[in-house]
């Protein structure tokens, strides 16, 4: 699979294989009951580290799994996941807002984390993002398509990850529209890789220097 095809709309999910992010937050919360997101988090994270025997991963992007996942799956828990396929606005409320939330299968309600990508850097319009890191999740939409959901991340001065972009195909054209802080207007991101602006037509393409899958998890534990 191409690195950018994680961006398509599918029937089928394109999450391969699976983690084990559920049996430690079942496991967890029968310890502490109160037990918060970021110690969830944490536990993941470590957990993740330790099967990373040989260090074929790269830590950061494992770090940066760990803790996404396990943040998914306690919102889809909770009903705080964002699902936009099933809005009418551009209001970002969460899936227990929403008057069919009780219908809603599993694969409509959580954000389930395909790849990460690493990107060195990438300039448009004039702006240069350095350290970026392209995170695509998938949701089932209305019509039970697998559809896309990015969010833009980068390392802050104190070492932590901080999220400056999002987006989603909100037209249904095979193009993720990002809502970039930088930008007072939307940027393309399509499935072959390249940003485009709608302002002056620039396009830059995206070099992916590292991308971890759903599938490299997956081996962590079941080999």
Request: charged share 25%; proline share 3%; no cysteine.
């Amino acid at each position: 699979m191409r690195d950018f095809d994680s961006l398509l709309k599918t029937k089928i999910s394109k999450r391969k294989g699976g983690s084990k992010v559920e049996e430690l937050y079942r496991q967890a919360k029968a310890a502490n009951k109160d037990i918060s997101l970021e110690e969830l988090q944490t536990l993941n994270i470590n957990d993740l580290l330790e099967k990373n025997i040989k260090n074929k991963i790269d830590n950061t992007l494992l770090s940066l799994w760990g803790m996404l996942d396990m943040k998914s799956f306690v919102d889809a828990i909770s009903g705080n996941t964002i699902n936009p396929y099933y809005l009418n606005t551009k209001d970002l409320i969460p899936i227990k807002d929403l008057p069919e939330y009780t219908y809603l299968t599993d694969e409509a309600r959580i954000l389930d984390l395909i790849d990460i990508k690493y990107i060195k850097s990438f300039e448009l319009e004039g702006i240069t993002f350095n350290n970026v890191y392209l995170v695509t999740y998938e949701i089932l939409d209305r019509n039970n398509n697998f559809r896309p959901f990015v969010t833009l991340l980068t390392l802050n001065e104190n070492n932590e990850f901080v999220e400056f972009g999002y987006g989603y195909d909100t037209n249904d054209n095979g193009n993720v529209e990002l809502f970039i802080s930088s930008y007072n207007y939307l940027v393309f991101l399509t499935p072959k890789g390249s940003i485009h602006s709608p302002l002056s037509g620039k396009m830059t393409k995206l070099k992916v220097v590292n991308i971890l899958t759903s599938e490299e998890i997956s081996k962590l534990y079941y080999k």
